[in-house]
């Protein structure tokens, strides 16, 4: 649907480069969710990258959707280099910021990207983005009930976002007595989002770790399906 949304915006306006990245985010995230089982989806992003780049070299909404497709596409050091390098042009967007920490913590860099984040959250503490990755961030350096605090009011005001409780949900896992709990969130992310196929593994992987590899085999039988279905627009 936003792909379809985003195009009437672009055959509207063919250089408005943020609806333009917008629609190469979609690509991105359908691939990411499992939608896809090839990469074209990450081709499609990264047309739709320098399409937007080659009306706004600038664009922050681009480099964030370059850094993402680069690091599912295994290109870590140019995923690295397109969040350096538009940090370095606009040092004073808390986008740019974001979207430099992004690449940072995609490269196992966590701890120098979490600083980035936290003077981001210093300015605005409600930034969609950043309050998302600080999760991850701390998800990523071992801070598990960081993690699961900082997602806290996030998710309240975001029900719908599934992948961010996917991250919450492998924080309370890691954290004492948590199993129980990271089941319960990993759950209300299906709830949210069906046809998310990381969440699926991962419920599996709970069922497993609790020792009910009968659960695990349903959960991931019962995932596959749906995810396929959510990927025909059936669900």
Same mark, same amino acid.
Not at 27 to 47: H, I
Not at 224 to 232: E, H, K, V
């Given at each position: 649907?936003?792909?379809?949304? &985003? ?11 943020? =609806?333009?990245? =917008?629609? %190469? ?8 969710? %499992?939608?896809? @089982? *090839?990469?074209?989806?990450?081709? *499609? ?19 964030? @959707? ?13 995923? &690295? ?6 940090? *370095?042009?606009?040092? $004073?967007?808390?986008?740019a910021t ?25 300015? $605005?503490? @409600? ?39 996917? =991250? ?10 948590g199993l ?11 709830? =949210?989002?069906? %046809? ?7 419920? %599996? ?8 590899? *009968? ?16 990927? @025909?627009?059936?669900?």
């Amino acid at each position: 649907t936003a792909q379809e949304l &985003l195009q009437r915006a672009v055959d509207r306006d063919p250089g408005f480069a943020r =609806a333009i990245a =917008a629609r %190469g985010y979609t690509s991105w995230r359908r691939y990411f969710a %499992g939608w896809c @089982t *090839d990469s074209a989806a990450l081709t *499609d992003a990264l047309r739709d990258v320098q399409a937007a780049l080659e009306v706004d070299p600038g664009s922050v909404a681009a480099h964030m @959707t370059l850094v993402r497709a680069c690091w599912d596409m295994g290109w870590h050091e140019r995923a &690295l280099e397109a969040g350096r390098s538009i940090h *370095d042009r606009n040092p $004073d967007s808390m986008g740019a910021t974001v979207a430099f920490a992004r690449s940072l913590n995609n490269a196992g860099l966590a701890q120098y990207a979490l600083p980035l984040v936290t003077s981001v959250l210093a300015v $605005d503490p @409600t930034h969609p983005a950043a309050v998302k990755l600080n999760v991850w961030c701390h998800l990523m350096v071992g801070d598990h009930a960081g993690a699961v605090e900082a997602a806290q009011i996030y998710l309240e005001r975001h029900p719908g976002d599934a992948n961010t409780r996917w =991250a919450v949900a492998l924080a309370w896992a890691h954290c004492p007595d948590g199993l129980k709990r990271a089941m319960a969130v990993a759950q209300d992310g299906l709830d =949210a989002d069906a %046809g998310d196929v990381t969440i699926w593994v991962l419920l %599996g992987y709970l069922h497993r770790h609790v020792g009910d590899e *009968d659960g695990a085999r349903r959960t991931w039988e019962r995932g596959a399906g749906l995810t396929r279905a959510c990927g @025909t627009g059936a669900c």
